[in-house]
Structure formats: C-alpha cells, structure tokens
C-alpha cells in the first residue's frame, strides 16, 4: 500500500492508522454523544452505548494485533534460535566426524617427516663428506656442503602447506636437480 506522500506501508501499518483514524473520530463522536445524553438529549444514549461498545471492539482488535504481532516476533525468533542451535549441532557433529581422520593424518606426516629428516640428514652427511674431500684435495667447495640447499628445497615445498616465505628461484625445483649431481664433482 502507498500512502500519499508515496511511501510503502505494510498492510497492519495501513491498517493502525486507519484504526487510529476511527478510533478518534469515535472519541469524538462519544464526547458530543455524552453531553447530548447528559441534556437529555432523545436517542443520545443507545447511540453512546453502541460507540462505546464500537470503541471498546476497535481497542480489543487493536490489542489483538499487537499480540499477534509480538507474537509472530517470538516464533520468528525462536525459529531463527531454532535454525541456529540446528547448525551449531551438525557443525560439531562434523567437527567430531573429522577428529579421528585428522589424528590419523597427523600420524602419517608424523612417519613421513621421520622419514624425510632421516633421508635429510643422510644427504647431508653425503654433502659433508664431499665438502671434506674438496677441501682435503685444495679446492674447497662450500655448495658441496648442502645444509642450505636442503633447507632451501624443503621451504619450497612445505611452501605449499603452510605460510612459508618463498625461497631463491635456485630451490624451486626437483631436489636432484638443486644440488647438482655430477657436475659439482668434475667441475
């Protein structure tokens, strides 16, 4: 519904001003209505008794609506609670769903990284070694020392999983091919 100066109203808002309206022209109407009785005045009171019965059914309608409408803000919230309590539930369902799987998952890296530090260090100490030979032949190569080249390969990859900052071009590429094979030895 739009009023005159344009404005959208909702039906029970049309609905209170219309009321509202009515209402007051019967308080009016029973003003005038209880002077003219009180004078005496021929039909004054029937007719004051029947605004007064229209007035106290306006109110009660009026009141009506009102309960209606907290009312329909109380189901619409305990809905809306309702919905919400529904959602915290199946998320914490998920969440217990997920539990076992991710224990299971910290297991595996947990083998894995075993494994990956021990082939680490076992490349390391085939580095050091090698750095120990360049050194003991005069012409000592510290990239042969591959500590640094390690760290560099694993901050790439681990990149991928967690928020690591990105390492030298140099390192961003198969192992093998970051600390160089044969070509450190001949050269």
């Known amino acids: 519904m739009t009023t005159t100066s344009g404005q959208m109203t909702t039906a029970s808002e049309a609905s209170e001003g219309q009321t509202t309206t009515k209402l007051a022209d019967l308080e009016r109407r029973r003003r005038a ?3 003219d009785a009180r ?15 229209a007035i106290a059914a306006l109110e009660r309608d009026e009141e009506r609506q009102e309960l209606a409408d907290r009312e329909r803000v109380d189901r619409d919230a305990a809905a809306a609670a309702k919905q919400a309590e529904d959602r915290r539930r199946e998320l914490q369902r998920q969440l217990a769903e997920l539990l076992p799987r991710r224990e299971a ?7 894995a990284a075993e494994d990956l530090v021990a082939a680490c260090n076992a490349l390391a ?5 090698m750095f120990r030979i360049s050194h ?9 020392n591959l500590d640094v080249q ?34 450190q030895v001949k050269s």
């Open 136 to 144: 003991d032949l005069g012409r000592p190569r510290a990239r042969l």
């Open 150 to 183: 390690i760290a560099g390969y694993l901050q790439w990859r681990l990149g991928a999983v967690c928020d690591l900052p990105r390492p030298d071009r140099t390192y961003r590429r198969p192992l093998v091919e970051v600390v160089g094979g044969e070509r």
């Open 105 to 111: 998952a910290a297991r595996a890296v947990e083998r």
């Open 33 to 35: 209505l209880a002077l």
């Open 39 to 53: 004078e005496g005045k021929r039909g004054a009171a029937r007719e004051l008794e029947e605004i007064e019965s």
């Open 125 to 129: 100490l085939v580095g050091k070694n």
